[in-house]
């Protein structure tokens, strides 16, 4: 059985919506495990409330310590000025024990991200996640352009070969399109199938 991990962090709940359509593609998969979960929240819980950040998320809190026993981890964040967000690198520079034992050389790693507009930094943001990972020693799996939403021209939508990627508009109010869902589910399918081929 290949296990896989969906980790994200969402301040909004952009990125927890592709991330349930990750899992969803993820877990469709025979032969493969998938969980999900988030990285801690670093702002305070009133600012949070106050910005009207969504705090009501069901997924459990991970810890670095258990990412070796995950075969691929499917990582989500939103753009932060053309990089992860802060919480998600926060998380990331915990790993160094992790990195120092090659713990996760020749796993499976993946990304998805969300951004306020068509060029506000999503191919950046994956591809800047991406370096870490290789550092790790992880096989860096994206959304090929087998997944046709990548083409898409009929209507504004996110999808990079790089991973999938929402857009949520300057102030937030867009959710996820269903083409922007569908290029998450078959990412996690993608990923999975190869976790299974490889681990499985």
Request: hydrophobic share 40%.
């Amino acid at each position: 059985m290949a296990r896989i991990l969906v980790l994200y962090y969402s301040s909004y709940g952009h990125v927890e919506t592709m991330a349930e359509a990750i899992a969803e593609g993820a877990g469709g998969v025979a032969g493969c495990e998938c969980v999900v979960k988030r990285v801690p929240e670093l702002v305070p819980g009133d600012v949070a409330a106050a910005s009207g950040m969504k705090t009501d998320q069901s997924a459990p809190v991970a810890t670095v310590d258990e990412l070796p026993s995950y075969d691929a981890i499917i990582f989500g964040t939103p753009t932060r000025f053309g990089n992860m967000a802060a919480q998600m690198r926060n998380f990331l520079d915990q790993t160094g024990g992790l990195w120092f034992t090659r713990a996760l050389v020749g796993k499976i790693g993946s990304v998805f991200a969300a951004t306020a507009s068509q060029h506000g930094g999503q191919e950046t943001t994956i591809t800047s996640f991406h370096t870490t990972l290789l550092h790790h020693g992880m096989v860096i799996v994206g959304l090929p352009y087998s997944f046709e939403g990548n083409t898409e021209m009929g209507e504004i939508s996110g999808g990079t070969p790089y991973g999938a990627t929402t857009l949520a508009g300057a102030d937030g109010s867009r959710m996820p399109s269903a083409n922007e869902l569908a290029g998450a589910r078959f990412q996690g399918q993608h990923v999975a199938e190869i976790a299974r081929k490889m681990f499985g």
